[in-house]
């Protein structure tokens, strides 16, 4: 049995290829590590992956998520689908209360060989959450997981760049998710491709159904109209027509052309999302670890110098931007 330390990037890409749940299991722990190792690793499986669909859910906390997904798991691999699952919690550095309740919902399938279950959090990663999955779909990509279900709580900015791979994106609320709806009518929240509202068996379920209609409605300039789902996800109840919603919307976009438009898109704002992300922390490092850096902030702080130009010698000097002749010059 191959220790810790004695994984290397071939036995672990052998590993990963044949479905082997120890080396999966290792490679997305350093994944969320940003170990040097998962990096060459997804290098070099990156050629063999494309062949999942991704279907991401999100929502307020509680609403449901977990055990929609279970259910969900339940009803695909009776038709023995193989599975994937990430469950990661933007809210947090640490998902160990997500890790618990997932663990506990999802348990019915950590004994089937088809399903591959894991939560993850950041530990302060480099490029953040978004790098941290994108590279662990990679991963489950490459073992031939042919459906990769994605969990992210929130209803902010931090999921938006998790969920932004998702090929379908199913929001779910509960009633009482009033939050959600206002952004959704705000237009803060972005129109998601299937929407599921949870718990269908409290009184106020109908009521967030017509909410949620009606603003749908407003919004008639779109070829697909997402449809909404009134679900009881404990007992299983419209699982169903849930899953031949999301079935109906990949149809959709395969049919039309648009599946490879948006994963195109997708990865592209991903590793824009990422290469964001990496550039703010290294900004954030270097403007601490510089003193010369810091007394610039100290100089704007006592109005001896101006914002900009500070932020005109911050880049210079952490990115070299703003040189003669460069046009991304901030002036
Ligand atoms: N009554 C009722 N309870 C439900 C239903 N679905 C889930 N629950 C319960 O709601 C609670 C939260 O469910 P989860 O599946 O953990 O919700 P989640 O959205 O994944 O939660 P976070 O990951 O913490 O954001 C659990 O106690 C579930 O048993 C439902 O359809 N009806
Ligand atoms: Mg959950």
Same mark, same amino acid.
Do not use: C
């Given at each position: 049995?191959?220790?810790?330390?004695?994984?290397?990037?071939?036995?672990?890409?052998? &590993?990963?290829?044949?479905?082997?749940?120890?080396?999966?299991?290792?490679?997305?722990?350093?994944?969320?590590?940003?170990?040097?190792?998962?990096?060459?690793?997804?290098?070099?499986?990156?050629?063999?992956?494309?062949?999942?669909?991704?279907?991401? +859910?999100?929502?307020?906390?509680?609403?449901?998520?977990?055990?929609?997904? /279970?259910? @969900?798991?339940?009803?695909?691999?009776?038709?023995?689908?193989?599975?994937?699952?990430?469950?990661?919690?933007?809210?947090?550095? +640490?998902?160990?209360?997500?890790?618990?309740?997932?663990?506990?919902? @999802?348990?019915? !399938? +950590?004994?089937?060989?088809?399903?591959?279950?894991?939560?993850?959090?950041?530990?302060? !990663?480099?490029?953040?959450?978004?790098?941290?999955?994108?590279?662990?779909?990679?991963?489950?990509?490459?073992?031939?997981?042919? @459906?990769?279900?994605?969990?992210?709580?929130?209803?902010?900015?931090?999921?938006?760049?998790?969920?932004?791979? $998702?090929?379908?994106?199913?929001?779910?609320?509960?009633?009482?998710?009033?939050?959600?709806?206002?952004?959704?009518?705000?237009?803060?929240?972005?129109?998601?491709?299937? #929407?599921? #509202?949870?718990?269908?068996? !409290?009184?106020?379920?109908?009521?967030? @159904?017509?909410?949620?209609? /009606?603003?749908?409605?407003?919004?008639?300039?779109?070829?697909?109209?997402?449809?909404?789902?009134?679900?009881?996800?404990?007992?299983?109840?419209?699982?169903?027509?849930?899953?031949?919603?999301?079935?109906?919307?990949?149809?959709?976009?395969?049919?039309? &052309?648009?599946?490879?438009?948006?994963?195109?898109?997708?990865?592209? &704002?991903?590793? +824009?999302?990422?290469?964001?992300?990496?550039?703010? $922390? !290294?900004?954030?490092?270097?403007?601490?670890?510089?003193?010369?850096?810091?007394?610039?902030?100290?100089?704007?702080?006592?109005?001896?110098?101006?914002?900009? /130009?500070?932020?005109?010698?911050?880049?210079?000097?952490?990115?070299?931007?703003?040189?003669?002749?460069?046009?991304?010059?901030?002036?």
């Amino acid at each position: 049995m191959a220790r810790r330390r004695d994984w290397t990037k071939e036995t672990l890409a052998a &590993g990963v290829r044949s479905g082997d749940r120890r080396a999966l299991a290792r490679a997305i722990t350093l994944v969320e590590n940003s170990d040097p190792l998962a990096y060459d690793l997804v290098a070099e499986l990156y050629p063999e992956t494309g062949k999942a669909y991704t279907v991401g +859910f999100t929502g307020p906390p509680g609403v449901g998520k977990s055990t929609l997904i /279970s259910a @969900l798991v339940r009803r695909v691999r009776a038709q023995d689908v193989q599975v994937g699952v990430v469950s990661v919690d933007p809210s947090s550095p +640490f998902s160990q209360g997500a890790l618990l309740g997932d663990r506990i919902r @999802l348990a019915d !399938h +950590f004994l089937d060989p088809g399903v591959f279950i894991r939560s993850m959090g950041t530990r302060g !990663h480099l490029g953040g959450l978004a790098e941290a999955t994108l590279q662990a779909l990679l991963v489950l990509d490459a073992a031939g997981k042919e @459906l990769l279900l994605l969990e992210t709580v929130g209803t902010g900015q931090s999921e938006v760049e998790v969920i932004g791979i $998702a090929d379908t994106v199913v929001l779910v609320l509960m009633p009482g998710s009033g939050d959600s709806v206002q952004a959704l009518k705000a237009g803060i929240m972005e129109i998601p491709d299937v #929407i599921a #509202i949870n718990k269908l068996d !409290h009184p106020a379920a109908k009521t967030m @159904l017509n909410e949620v209609r /009606s603003i749908l409605a407003l919004d008639r300039n779109r070829d697909w109209r997402p449809p909404i789902v009134l679900t009881e996800a404990t007992r299983g109840e419209n699982v169903d027509e849930l899953w031949a919603k999301i079935a109906e919307h990949r149809a959709y976009l395969e049919e039309s &052309g648009q599946l490879a438009e948006r994963r195109a898109r997708n990865l592209a &704002g991903e590793v +824009f999302a990422v290469a964001s992300a990496r550039a703010k $922390a !290294h900004l954030e490092h270097a403007v601490t670890d510089d003193p010369e850096l810091r007394r610039l902030l100290d100089e704007v702080q006592r109005r001896e110098l101006d914002p900009l /130009s500070a932020v005109r010698e911050i880049l210079e000097k952490v990115f070299r931007i703003g040189r003669d002749g460069d046009s991304t010059d901030p002036r």
